[in-house]
């Protein structure tokens, strides 16, 4: 049974450790605000960037694009976006399960985040590419990503690119999601209230399939920017909760460990007047 000094050096060591979580939970806060406002901020435009496409759609033969051209596949590459640090949770490991829904025989890998890179090194898949971003890249910093994965694509050494990331939905919830970077996929029709060509008063010079060739790669690069927010923001507000339960589990510990020591003292000094009683007894008779 433990004693009252070890129980005491218990409570110090947890008590350390929840200063700890705690001043990691105010900075993964902090970071999180930032990731979350980038994220949010930069949809309205992909949103408008998809209606541009869609009006384009309309006005070209999108077949004859190569990078929307359907072809059978026979290899696939796979963009992993995932944490460079741990302490976030359930994240990676979410993330690393749906990575191997993909056939090994097929699939190759690009990564960003050093947890994928160790991911995919122990389960022995091909890792063709490594990319290292920043904390918070900007947009010309992810492009690299992008135009790697549009080149594999039309060099036809890959058939199909796919995005592995966590999407951001709110503070508590981060859903792994795989989305088809290449080709690109039937563009999403306008929301509803919205009227069938809301480009339509609008003319794209010199051609529509001009604007179109470059309009396309942009998109990708955009898309892959995207997803590059969504993720960091997944990952600050997954350590924040993470460190925050972890905060609250040292404080319970502490509240238990008090109590249990707290007993321990009361049974001693128990003890220990029962002692004087009975020896004040024995003098007495």
């Known amino acids: ?75 696939e590459l796979v963009i992993v976006l995932s944490t460079d640090k741990g302490l976030a949770g359930s994240l990676n490991t979410n ?21 994928a890179r160790q991911f995919i090194a122990r389960i022995k898949r091909n890792l063709v590419a490594d990319f290292e971003l920043k904390d918070a890249p900007s947009f010309v910093e992810t492009k690299a990503m992008a135009n790697f994965a549009i080149e594999k694509f039309l060099s036809r050494e890959f058939d199909k690119v796919s995005v592995l990331f966590p999407h951001f939905i709110n503070t508590i919830n981060q859903q792994p999601t795989i989305r088809t970077l290449l080709p690109i996929s039937p563009f999403d029709l306008p929301k509803e209230g919205e009227t069938a060509d809301s480009m339509g008063e609008y003319k794209f010079e010199p051609t529509p399939e001009a604007v179109l060739d470059v309009i396309l790669p942009y998109y990708i690069q ?39 020591y707290n007993k321990m003292r009361q049974a001693s000094i128990t003890t220990e007047l029962l002692e004087i009683a009975t020896a004040q007894m024995a003098l007495a008779s």
């Open 95 to 115: 993330l690393f399960r749906e990575a191997l829904t993909f056939d090994s025989a097929k699939s190759d890998y690009i990564v960003s985040g050093r947890k």
């Open 222 to 260: 955009y898309q892959v920017y995207q997803m590059i927010l969504d993720a960091r923001a997944s990952e600050h507000s997954a350590r924040m909760v993470a460190m925050k339960n972890a905060t609250d589990n040292a404080k319970e510990f502490i509240k238990d460990l008090t109590l249990e």
């Open 1 to 75: 049974m433990a004693s009252t000094q070890d129980i005491r050096r218990r409570i110090k060591s947890i008590r350390n450790i929840g200063q700890l979580t705690k001043a990691m939970q105010m900075v993964a806060a902090s970071k999180m605000r930032r990731a979350q406002q980038s994220a949010l901020a930069s949809r309205p435009y992909a949103g408008l960037m998809n209606r541009v496409l869609v009006s384009l759609q309309k006005r070209t033969d999108p077949k004859l694009h190569p990078l929307l051209q359907v072809r059978p596949l026979q290899k």
